[in-house]
């Protein structure tokens, strides 16, 4: 009887196999992240996040425990994806882009995965299977996983669709720490081997008053134009100014370390919090994944084929393999581009040219946001 008690009182009595196939998937991400350097920074704390959620009897992702709370304090509220722009800003060189503002299609183009996956999630309505079903509200937040940008989801989902924050928040920043693996294969599909050894002729040099400039114009046309994507916008473009001003270099600073650092680890314990068997092994979480790499995967695809577009009108010619960097994981898909033309030849420097689209896709993914949230947030 007391060996029966004290079986009762540990987690082995209680675990699931459900419980275990997920410690399984997350064990599986923390070797991705540690043995693979697969954007170790997100896939660590993400991959812990969940091993702690699938500990029975614990409940440490319960809204009153550990991880709870953290979820409830800077996902639900919305302020970890304000604080992630702000460090992304003071972190990002808009040089590129300004340098050569063409490169905007390429990150307009990447945005084509969300609305596409937006129609394909609604089209999934039709399969009439139990519990795979979504709203239009609840497809716009499934589609903005294209763009490959996790704050901008987790900051639309507490909109429009805030019962899928958790699915969704996993999936994005699961697709964002695989970059290096999803988006190689398309690439090379869509690409001649000429194509890829395209060499880029060397950007203008930018002027610090052009760097400043940009973002203040940057935030006053979306204010005016698109107000809601104005919070998303406007932490990018402050996180942008002080950096670019010169004159508040501690501020700097502090965004691009310890201040992006320390929610960084809170942000990945908090979306791996949902990485629990009970809220993952669903069909309708299960079908935001398949649908977000679908979307990811449209979204990369869609940058190549407007570089190869580009080409067939430009006499300057754009090596396609930048196009896949206009999805806004930033630089994890740009140095992606440079890595994959350097395959094809080692002298062939791509990744200030890709930087122009990666920067471009996270502004287009935050006014994508604006727009879905215009229609369909009032």
């Known amino acids: 009887m007391e060996i029966s008690k004290l079986l009762e009182a540990t987690a082995l009595y209680a675990v699931t196999w459900q419980q275990i196939v997920m410690i399984a998937v997350c064990l599986f991400l923390l070797w991705l992240g540690i043995k693979k350097q697969f954007e170790p920074l997100l896939l660590v704390p993400i991959a812990f996040g969940g091993l702690l959620s699938n500990i029975p009897v614990a409940d440490i992702a319960a809204p009153g425990n550990f991880l709870g709370i953290i979820f409830n304090a800077g996902i639900n509220t919305g302020l970890f994806p304000l604080f992630i722009f702000m460090a992304v800003g003071a972190m990002t060189d808009f040089g590129p882009l300004i340098a050569n503002p063409k490169m905007a299609l390429l990150g307009g183009a ?20 139990e519990g795979l079903g ?8 499934i589609g903005i996983i294209g763009g490959a940008d996790g704050p901008t989801a987790i900051f639309l989902t507490s909109r429009l669709a805030p019962e899928l924050l958790g699915a969704i928040a996993v999936a ?23 194509e890829r050894k395209i ?19 940057l ?8 107000p809601d ?47 629990q068997a009970k809220l993952f092994l669903t069909p309708q979480t299960l079908g935001i994944l398949v649908l977000g790499v679908i979307a990811f995967s449209i979204a990369t695809a869609s940058g190549v084929l407007m570089a190869k577009l580009m080409n ?31 395959e094809y030849d ?24 604006g727009i879905l949230l215009a229609f369909l947030g009032k």
């Open 229 to 275: 994507a104005a919070p998303l916008i406007g932490a990018l473009t402050f996180g942008n100014l002080v950096k670019e001003s010169g004159v508040a270099d501690r501020l700097s600073k502090t965004l691009q370390n310890e201040f992006c650092n320390i929610v960084t680890i809170l942000l990945g314990l908090a979306v791996g919090s949902k990485l």
């Open 199 to 217: 060499k880029m002729q060397q950007l203008r040099p930018v002027s610090k008053r052009e760097k400043i400039l940009f973002p203040i114009v």
């Open 172 to 194: 994005a920043y699961s697709y964002m720490a695989l970059v290096p693996i999803i988006q190689p294969p398309i690439m090379k599909l869509l690409t001649t081997d000429a």
């Open 110 to 129: 990447a945005q084509f995965g969300i609305f596409a996956t937006l129609i394909g999630a609604i089209a999934m309505n039709g399969m009439h299977v």
């Open 346 to 369: 080692k002298n062939n420097y791509l990744l200030m040219h890709a930087m122009g689209p990666n920067v471009a896709g996270v502004i287009g993914s935050a006014v994508a946001a």
């Open 312 to 342: 067939c009108f430009s006499k300057t010619k754009v090596n396609p393999l930048i196009g896949s960097a206009g999805v806004s994981a930033v630089p994890m898909a740009a140095r992606v581009s440079n890595k994959v033309g350097q």
């Open 134 to 141: 979504y709203t239009l509200r609840q497809a716009a937040s």
């Open 219 to 226: 935030l006053l046309l979306c204010a005016f134009l698109l």
